[in-house]
Every structure is written in C-alpha cells, then in structure tokens.
C-alpha cells in the first residue's frame, strides 16, 4: 500500500510534528505525504492507546477518525477476557483492534466491514500479526448475518451517530438498530457482546433487550470508556453488573445485581468521619451506591452525594481514598483557614455551588497537595472536608 519511499520517510521522521511534515510535500516528491502523515499520526496515537502495534513494525494505520474511535489495548484486552471458543464474528470489524486481541481465543474468526480501505488495512495488519484465522469480509454486516455458520460469540460496535453525523446514543438511534435485530443475532450465536456508548442509561438498555446476561461497565484511569452488553439465553431480569477500573498496574472491580442493590440499606452519616472514600468512574456509572456502602463497611454521607466515610481505612474500596484533615462549615473562620492554603483541588458533590464558584468564593487556585470536597450530609448541612490522599494511593 506504501512505496519504498514513504516507508523509509515515515521511519525518519515519525516522531516529529505531523502538522510540520505536511507542509513539506514538495522537499520530497516520491514520497505520498498524505499518506505519510496518516501513518504518523497514527503511531504517535498509537504508542499510548495501543503500545502493542505500536512496537510492531508494519503496521498500517488508518485515517485519523478511525484511530479516534477505535478501543484502546487496554479495552481490547479486557473484552478478549470475556470471550472463548471456536468462533466469533466480528459485525462492524473497523481498524481491527477488538476483533485481533479477541481472534487469539477462537479456531476461527470473522472480520466483517463495510469501508473497503479498513478491510484492507485489516487484512494486512492481521497478516503482520500472524492472525491467520481471520477472514476479513468487506460488505454488510447486516446481510452477511445471514449466511455464517453458528458461531459462539458475535461482537457489534453499532455507529453511534445518525445520518447527519450528530451523536446518538440510545440503542434505537444507533446502526445498526440492536433492539431490531437482537433475536436474529441470537439465532446465529451462542453469546452476542454488544459494546454501546458510556453515556448509554443502562436500566432503559435493559429494558430495550430482552436477553441482557451480564453488563460491563469498563473505566481507564478513572475513566468511564466502554459498556458492554452480553446477551444470551437468559432473560436480563437480574443481570450481574460488572464494574471494572483499569490501571497499568492492576484491574480494580466490583460485581452487583439490581436486586442487590435495591435489597440493601446504605447506613447514612451527618459527619465526616478520619477517611473519605471517593467511588471510581464505573462504578458512578453503574450507580451501585447502596451495596457498595453495604460491602465495604463504609456510611454514605447523604443519598444524593455518593460519597462516603469510615474512621477505618479500606483499601480495597473501587476508588480514591482520602484521609481527612478538617472538617468544616463556611464561617468567616473557616474560610480564612482554607484561604491559607493558598491552592487546593476542588470536587462538589450534590453542592449548590460550582467548582469555579466555590474557588472564586475561597480565594484559592488549582492544584496543591490538599483535596477539598464540598458537599450535603445525611441531615442537610453543607459541609467542606479538607483532605490528603491516603498514603498508600499517592501515586494512583
């Protein structure tokens, strides 16, 4: 796809600015510049979000939209966890990141994609790769469906935006329309992993499908990228939701039904106790507060404020862990304290004031050490809790 020229001109320079280089095409005539910074871009996106391919010399890179929607390594590897078997398709196969980390745990394998330039970018990729049991498949996902043989897995990225290029999120807006085609998928496979928009309400998901098994909700870092929904023979009345946070160096999850948490009574706290406990980003998504506060031993400081607080500390709690220095209301006294700080990190939880209010009302700039959390306890007070992060999560 690349002439000898391009190669050797993407191998000199493709840690410099892709901006730059593009403004150069007529230094070097032989050489496809477009599609040299193409390539660029895409390693520079690469070397973060996909180390992997990125150590590995050859590998084509698409258009920048396509590396922009792509899963990240870390992503791709936690769905090829989920999957085993002798084959899987792959519906809205795209770069092939999903489909190539998820390929190495079936016989065989189907990359299905409709852009004619990804299947063959695909299907160079996966060559250099030694995936050999993929057969890439350019055309519609929709009536292809049809002809595979059973499989054991399907995976589907529905295109979350509408024909006028605005984002959608719900099930219904999306193409294609799972809702719509859930019991064909079905009759095709054993097990389908649908992945849809983090922003996705995931009780009116359950509703839209009738055969919901497992949710997952998969954060990076404290960021809530992906949802997932497994479909299967059973009916979603009780799926088991998992939450699961991403770190280089470990998996941080916790797992709940519905009926668990609608079962469970969060003891609720008018103070703010040694330690504030701060829940990770899926978990928030997944709204577990009750069995959460329930498992861990921990008091939520108000129903709407999804903080919580124990004089003991849990280190294993899914999120940030704070040991608290002050805590304090918001008289002349106490705002000349905080003001002595000089800097610190604001959060408002169920507040009536914004972050940019409250530190125009405190006098005091962004960063520092010191954590201040503004929020509503269990009795109505609104209160500020001047915190450090626990020792042991310094570096977290």
């Given at each position: 796809?690349?002439?000898?020229?391009?190669?050797?001109f993407?191998?000199?320079?493709?840690?410099?600015?892709?901006?730059t280089?593009?403004?150069?095409?007529?230094?070097y005539?032989?050489?496809?510049?477009?599609e040299?910074?193409?390539?660029?871009?895409g390693?520079?996106?690469?070397?973060e979000?996909?180390?992997?391919w990125?150590?590995?010399?050859g590998?084509?890179?698409?258009?920048k939209?396509?590396?922009?929607?792509?899963?990240?390594?870390?992503?791709?590897?936690?769905?090829?966890?989920?999957?085993?078997?002798?084959?899987?398709?792959?519906?809205?196969?795209?770069?092939?990141?999903?489909?190539?980390?998820?390929?190495?745990?079936?016989?065989?394998?189907?990359?299905?994609?409709?852009?004619?330039?990804?299947?063959?970018i695909?299907?160079?990729n996966?060559?250099?790769?030694?995936?050999?049991?993929i057969n890439?498949?350019n055309?519609?996902?929709?009536?292809i469906?049809?002809?595979?043989p059973?499989?054991?897995?399907?995976f589907?990225?529905?295109?979350?935006?509408?024909g006028?290029?605005?984002?959608?999120?719900?099930?219904?807006?999306?193409?294609?329309?799972?809702?719509?085609?859930?019991?064909?998928?079905?009759?095709?496979?054993?097990?389908?992993m649908?992945?849809?928009?983090?922003?996705?309400?995931?009780?009116?998901a359950?509703?839209?499908?009738?055969?919901?098994?497992e949710?997952?909700?998969?954060?990076?870092?404290?960021?809530?990228?992906?949802l997932?929904?497994?479909?299967?023979?059973?009916?979603?009345?009780?799926?088991?939701?998992?939450?699961?946070?991403?770190?280089k160096?470990?998996a941080?999850?916790?797992?709940?039904?519905?009926a668990?948490?609608?079962e469970?009574?969060?003891?609720?706290?008018?103070?703010?106790?040694?330690?504030?406990?701060?829940?990770?980003?899926?978990?928030?998504?997944?709204?577990?507060?009750?069995?959460?506060?329930?498992?861990?031993?921990?008091?939520?400081?108000?129903p709407?404020?999804?903080l919580?607080?124990?004089?003991?500390?849990?280190?294993?709690?899914?999120?940030?862990i704070?040991?608290?220095?002050?805590v304090?209301?918001?008289?002349?006294?106490?705002?000349k304290?905080?003001?002595?700080?000089k800097?610190?990190?604001?959060?408002?939880?169920?507040?009536?004031?914004?972050?940019?209010?409250?530190?125009?009302?405190?006098?005091?700039s962004?960063?520092?050490?010191?954590?201040?959390?503004?929020?509503?306890?269990?009795?109505?007070?609104?209160?500020?809790?001047?915190?450090?992060?626990?020792?042991?999560?310094?570096?977290?």
């Open positions: 796809m690349l002439n000898q020229e391009t190669k050797e993407i191998t000199a320079h493709r840690n410099e600015d892709p901006r280089l593009a403004l150069q095409a007529k230094r005539p032989a050489v496809d510049m477009r040299a910074v193409t390539q660029i871009e390693w520079q996106a690469a070397r979000k996909l180390p992997g990125a150590a590995a010399e590998i084509i890179y698409p258009p939209i396509s590396m922009e929607q792509c899963s990240s390594e870390a992503t791709a590897l936690y769905k090829a966890g989920l999957v085993q078997g002798e084959r899987i398709a792959d519906l809205t196969g795209g770069f092939g990141i999903d489909c190539s980390y998820m390929a190495r745990r079936f016989s065989e394998a189907t990359y299905i994609e409709r852009n004619e330039r990804l299947c063959n695909a299907k160079e996966f060559a250099l790769l030694g995936l050999e049991q890439v498949i055309g519609n996902s929709e009536e469906l049809h002809t595979l059973a499989q054991d897995w399907i589907i990225d529905p295109a979350r935006r509408d006028e290029g605005r984002k959608v999120v719900a099930l219904s807006d999306c193409e294609p329309d799972i809702t719509m085609l859930e019991k064909e998928l079905l009759k095709r496979s054993r097990k389908v649908v992945k849809c928009s983090p922003m996705l309400d995931i009780a009116a359950t509703r839209e499908l009738g055969n919901v098994e949710i997952h909700v998969v954060a990076v870092n404290n960021e809530c990228k992906e997932l929904i497994i479909l299967g023979e059973k009916r979603g009345d009780n799926a088991t939701v998992h939450c699961t946070d991403l770190h160096e470990k941080i999850s916790f797992a709940f039904t519905r668990e948490e609608q469970c009574k969060a003891e609720l706290s008018n103070v703010i106790g040694r330690f504030l406990y701060e829940p990770n980003a899926a978990i928030q998504k997944a709204g577990c507060y009750r069995s959460l506060a329930a498992r861990t031993g921990t008091s939520k400081l108000h709407n404020s999804q919580y607080t124990a004089d003991t500390l849990i280190e294993e709690f899914p999120g940030r704070f040991e608290v220095e002050k304090c209301g918001f008289s002349k006294s106490d705002i304290e905080i003001q002595a700080l800097k610190a990190n604001i959060t408002v939880r169920n507040f009536p004031e914004s972050v940019q209010q409250l530190r125009k009302r405190l006098k005091i962004d960063g520092g050490e010191h954590y201040i959390f503004a929020t509503t306890v269990a009795d109505g007070s609104k209160l500020l809790a001047v915190c450090r992060k626990a020792d042991f999560q310094l570096h977290q």
